[in-house]
């Protein structure tokens, strides 16, 4: 079955410095994978995704994300963090019949 | 183009009553969802709809039913509410092409609340 594991419920860093979302899925075939940013009160915005190709893919507001297939990871990464940062991010897997599984979260706190 | 909209923003319900989710979609997307949002629970898929015409069960159905009214509008409805069901609700939807898994948009959501 499809799932994905966001090991890393809450995060707190300071503003400038870097940061890496864990991500890992559990599926049977070539994964489709996505991230999604929710800032307060509000839907939820794609970051970036990754069909195939380079393993490595950039998104919006300076995130990326690097596949590992090796160990079924899909990290989220930035090089400085900035205080708008702060929200809740969502690692999700797209499966059969277009559903999309989603992790629980993981809530970034960003300290001035 | 206002991607995709839902109404209404917030609701509090009684127990036992019932009600109805709105969603709609300008994109021309053929796929449409709905998810509840629960604190340290992620994103359940209760109802999607792969296309026009027809419906599906997601993880977590029980107590709920939807409509694809059309390409653009895909309701979700609470017949008999119940606390367990106070939650965020948020429609989604995207353009499912044969083999691949586009990334799906997703309305600003309704905070509902069953006392």
């Known amino acids: 079955a499809q799932s994905v594991t966001q090991p890393d419920i809450h995060i707190t860093v300071s503003e400038g410095a870097s940061l890496e979302l864990r991500c890992n899925y559990s599926y049977g075939a070539t994964p489709y994978l996505f991230w999604y940013v929710q800032s307060p009160g509000q839907g939820l915005q794609l970051l970036l995704k990754?069909?195939?190709?380079?393993?490595l893919v950039q998104g919006i507001k300076g995130f990326e994300a690097e596949f590992k297939r090796s160990q079924s990871s899909f990290n989220l990464r930035k090089p400085s963090v900035h205080w708008s940062d702060a929200a809740e991010y969502f690692c999700?897997?797209?499966?059969?019949?277009?559903?999309?599984?989603f992790g629980t979260g993981t809530s970034l706190t960003v300290i001035p | 183009n206002a991607g995709v909209t839902q109404t209404p923003k917030f609701q509090v319900l009684k127990t036992g009553q019932s009600m109805t989710l709105q969603c709609a979609q300008d994109m021309n997307h053929n796929s449409m969802y709905w998810y509840r949002q629960d604190p340290g629970m992620g994103l359940r898929l209760i109802y999607y709809s792969a296309s026009e015409g027809t419906t599906d069960k997601g993880e977590v159905p029980n107590g709920y039913n939807v409509s694809r009214l059309n390409k653009r509008e895909f309701s979700l409805r609470l017949e008999s509410a119940a606390p367990s069901q106070t939650s965020v609700y948020f429609c989604?939807?995207?353009?499912?092409?044969?083999?691949?898994?586009?990334?799906?948009?997703f309305g600003p959501g309704t905070r509902l609340t069953v006392l």
């Open positions: 999700a897997v797209g499966a059969q019949g277009n559903q999309f599984y």
């Open positions: 989604a939807s995207s353009l499912r092409l044969a083999g691949t898994y586009n990334e799906q948009f």
């Open positions: 990754y069909f195939s190709g380079d393993t």
